[in-house]
């Protein structure tokens, strides 16, 4: 079962309000025509009304016939056809203020995300992302589009029509005016129960997306282990959940929207009583007794219609707490200045004593020091958490060193712009990322004006010419999300192709062959060896058969370097890397 989830406080509550309503500003010209235009229908409402009641007077009263009426009867129709022109503009008008609203916050999360970096969003469930980013930002279209705009209405067009009422009958005037604010107190003190339902509703909603995503992603997984059935009952279980709170939600929705219903009925037949009476001892003409009875219902309806926004008001609170959470994260601090990487001769980088850790009481890298230039190959090496990948995400500018600083040419790697670094540098890592498209299209991923002729040489550069040949359009084939339709071996080689294709001064190995079969592994260490050309390469390894022809090794334990040198001199100090080596060295049969 879900486990219980906590209602956000009032406090809270209005903080989200506010921040909702702040959004409102950034499309204030289509939210201010939308409740323009909902005024003037409001007034071709009431003047739909008195049209009504003159033919109405006219036939019943009067007896006159059809020739009589019939200018008004056109009215009627112009007024009718007024209404729904503006009508239709009106919801065209809120239409566009929702989409910019959506668009605009689904951007600046997108940005966020970016700005989070990859290393954070590690820490984050695909899942929930997801549902924020999409299911969240979608239910505060109702709050911009319907609730905004209906706000301000149930405030015009009631006072509009009382401004025509109590001409007419001052008493239905005050019958209108003493029964008005029954409906909003009671839609309040109802709503209140259904915020918080909401709002918690919304909380575990983002869990089940979360939950989901981690079971199809892991699918293969459950199955291998036979644990698919558990984990369809445990959905079951939680589905079942929410199915059961969702119920809850409507039937309060659902009772509020029927209490609203109700008071708004005796009000009406409190309107209607007391007009019958002064028809009855002609207190009241017939013409402005049935023009204030056809306004009595849309009196109402405007305050009606607020209380079923509300709930959308309810559902955007709840949506929004997860945007701001996920606002709320703090990025890494943005680099001191944009200026380009040095230009030079050669490619020199320079770990000074670099210390980094997540959490400052938790360091995980300590004086991290050393150096890499163009055309070498310095290998990571250690046991998994030693903090290889770490260093690999400092290098990248995806993290931000604690202490300590990396230099590039002489500069520090934090006043160096992150796109024009990113432009100089290649990442390969233990499990590359193809997308739905071409194998082309996936190929130039970071090079998107690429010509064929490149894209080609690449290909044969990474050994996944063949292979690509041989689908049924070639480099024009569609993969499936995450290269499906390919074999492991194959999707490393077009990411490997990938590199080739940007022609990167430093390239960044992360496992680059780990699980892969010798036949793979072997075709991918060929084509390292040519991309390792007058290149500077940092390789993150596991496998120590793949790091022999490096440079340097430096051999990492509990985030710091215990080890350094070539493959012979750190086989011949008889250290940790030489008990690494006699770990991984394959046993005779």
């Known amino acids: ?71 008004l009867l056109w009215q009627l129709l112009i007024v009718f ?6 009508a239709t503009l009106s919801d065209i008008t809120a239409f566009e203020a929702v989409a910019r609203v959506k668009r605009d916050i689904r951007r600046e999360l997108c940005a966020h995300l970016e700005a989070l970096g990859p290393a954070r969003m590690r820490r984050e469930r695909s899942g929930d992302i997801a549902n924020t980013v999409v299911d969240a930002v979608e239910a505060l279209g109702k709050y911009y589009g319907d609730y905004l705009p209906q706000m301000a209405l149930a405030v015009f067009i009631p006072l509009a029509i009382l401004a025509f009422v109590f001409p ?70 939680v589905s079942d959940d929410y199915r059961r709170t969702t119920i809850a939600v409507l039937r309060v929705a659902f009772l509020s929207s029927l209490v609203l219903e109700f008071f708004a009925t005796i009000s009406i037949a409190l309107i209607a009583v007391f007009i019958g009476f002064g028809l009855y001892y002609r207190e009241i003409h017939f013409l402005p007794a049935v023009f204030v009875l056809l306004l009595a219902p849309e009196f109402y309806r405007p305050l009606r219609n607020m209380g079923m926004h509300y709930h959308a008001r309810m559902d955007a609170i709840g949506a929004s707490s997860q945007i701001i959470r996920l606002l709320d994260e703090r990025p890494p601090p943005l680099r001191t200045s944009a200026a380009p990487p040095p230009e030079g001769p050669d490619l020199r980088i320079r770990f000074h004593d670099v210390g980094f850790g997540y959490e400052p009481a938790q360091p995980i890298l300590h004086g991290i020091d050393f150096t890499l230039a163009q055309g070498e190959r310095v290998a990571l090496v250690g046991p998994s958490g030693a903090g290889k990948t770490t260093i690999g995400q400092l290098l990248l500018g995806f993290l931000r060193p604690g202490t300590g600083r990396i230099t590039i040419n002489g500069v520090d790697l934090q006043k160096v712009s992150a796109d024009e670094w990113l432009r100089r540098l290649a990442w390969l890592p233990q499990r590359p990322t193809l997308f739905h498209g071409s194998v082309r299209d996936n190929i130039r991923l970071g090079m998107p004006g690429a010509e064929d002729a490149a894209v080609r040489r690449a290909a044969i550069l990474a050994n996944a010419e063949t ?30 192709a990938r590199a080739f294709l940007k022609d990167a001064e430093l390239v960044v190995l992360d496992e680059a062959v780990t699980g892969l079969d010798p036949e793979s592994a072997s075709l991918i260490t060929q084509s390292i060896e040519q991309l390792a050309r007058n290149r500077a390469l940092l390789i993150i390894a596991h496998r120590l058969d793949t790091i ?42």
Not at 169 to 183: E, N, R
Not at 565 to 573: F, S
């Open 467 to 496: 292979f690509i040949s041989a689908l049924p359009q070639g480099y024009d084939t569609m993969l499936g999300d995450r290269g499906q339709g390919l074999s492991g071996g194959e999707v490393h080689r077009i990411a490997l």
């Open 168 to 237: 007419a009958s001052w008493l239905g005037g005050i019958i209108m005016m003493i029964t008005a604010p029954l409906i909003p107190i009671f839609m309040i003190i109802i709503g209140k129960g259904t915020e918080r339902l909401n709002q918690s509703q919304w909380r575990k909603l983002a869990r089940i997306s979360a939950h989901m995503f981690d079971a199809i992603e892991g699918l293969t997984t459950l199955k291998l282990f036979n644990a698919s059935r558990a984990e369809t009952r445990m959905i079951a279980a």
């Open 81 to 86: 056809v007024g209404r729904a022109i503006i």
């Open 1 to 71: 079962m879900a486990e219980p989830v906590a209602p956000i406080s009032r406090a809270n509550a209005k903080g989200l309000d506010a921040w909702l309503r702040g959004r409102a500003s950034r499309v204030r010209l289509p939210l201010a025509a939308a409740i323009a235009l909902g005024a003037l229908g409001g007034l071709l409402l009431i003047a739909q009304a008195w049209l009504l009641a003159r033919i109405l007077n006219a036939v019943i009263i009067k007896e006159q016939g059809l020739d009589a009426v019939w200018p």
């Open 548 to 589: 022999r022809h490096a440079n340097r090794i430096l051999v990492l334990d509990r985030g710091r370097i215990v080890e350094a040198g070539d493959h012979a001199g750190l086989l011949a100090r008889n250290g940790a890397y030489a008990r690494m080596t006699a770990v991984h060295q394959p046993t005779a049969p």
